[in-house]
């Protein structure tokens, strides 16, 4: 019997085309409720930068890639980057290559600089774009993501320099770096040992990279459309892409709507 409902937002319960959710995931959600189901987001996004939801109350953020957890207001679990790696990564800024990299803190994030890719993507997901400081006002900070721009060839070289995270890449021109340890799928494990639900009695979505591990724990992992192949090969089922109502489609399958 499923109990709980985890959603990846970008590419799946908002359309990349709209910024927004369809009216038929809105319903499905509803109906969900209606039956007792929790609803919860489980996204690379900080809670502050969840601009595309309109405002639907959900009952619980994994956020961060699983870095930070919350119910409410409250924090359930928060994991963050060790701070040696954060003054690697600064140092690397200041003798090797300036990178665009999003710091993310637990109540704020903020960037060093962006260029016209970073923008052109900023505006392609609708993201807020976060206010410019010095990379040097990380230090001493706590930081739990750094969203960084570059792609993947560059990627190994980078994580050298990060030996104590790891890269939940979704996009072929950015990753979200996260503290190794953290994924959607610690976020919703911690979710549920709030809420005292198995992971049998879970039903996920995502389409991206970083949702693999939250669809494989799942006891329903159910890929988008829209979804990239290896991530269909880790889920249970596929379902329509988010703009021909993948989400109530799914539900509808498994017999939940």
Same mark, same amino acid.
């Given at each position: ?23 038929? /995931? ?12 929790? %609803?919860?987001?489980? *996204? ?8 595309? $939801? ?6 619980? !953020?994994? /956020? ?12 359930? !679990? ?10 690697? %990564?600064?140092? !690397?800024? @200041? ?8 710091? #993310? ?11 016209? /890719? #970073?923008?052109? =993507?900023?505006? $392609? $997901? ?7 400081? *010095? ?7 706590? =930081? ?28 072929? %021109?950015? /990753? ?15 979710? *549920?040992? !709030?809420? +005292? ?14 949702? =693999? ?5 799942? +006891? ?9 192949? @290896? ?6 089922? #596929? ?15 498994? +017999?939940?709507?």
């Amino acid at each position: 019997m499923i109990k709980a409902a985890f959603f990846d937002i970008d590419g799946t319960l908002v359309s990349f085309k709209t910024h927004r959710m369809p009216e038929s /995931t809105k319903r499905a959600l509803n109906r969900l409720r209606e039956k007792g189901i929790l %609803l919860f987001v489980s *996204s690379g996004r900080h809670k502050s930068s969840m601009n595309n $939801l309109d405002d639907y109350p959900f009952d619980g !953020y994994v /956020t961060l890639n699983g870095g930070i957890c919350w119910v409410g207001d409250e924090i359930i !679990y928060k994991h963050s980057i060790p701070e040696h790696n954060i003054e690697s %990564l600064i140092r !690397y800024m @200041e003798t090797v290559e300036r990178i665009p990299c999003v710091f #993310v803190e637990e109540r704020e994030s903020w960037m060093n600089y962006k260029d016209e /890719t #970073v923008s052109e =993507i900023f505006r $392609l $997901l609708n993201f807020p774009e976060p206010p410019f400081k *010095s990379p040097n006002e990380a230090i001493g900070k706590t =930081i739990y993501q750094l969203l960084a721009f570059f792609g993947k060839d560059k990627e190994k070289e980078l994580m050298k320099v990060l030996p104590d995270c790891e890269p939940t890449r979704w996009n072929p %021109l950015f /990753t979200d770096i996260v503290p190794k340890g953290s994924s959607k799928r610690v976020g919703i494990m911690k979710m *549920s040992d !709030y809420f +005292g639900i198995s992971e049998k009695e879970i039903i996920a979505f995502g389409d991206g990279g970083n949702d =693999i591990q939250m669809l494989e724990y799942a +006891g329903l992992g159910i890929a988008m459309g829209n979804a990239a192949e @290896e991530v269909k090969q880790s889920a249970d089922y #596929v379902t329509s892409d988010v703009d021909e109502d993948g989400i109530a489609k799914a539900l509808i399958h498994f +017999g939940l709507l």
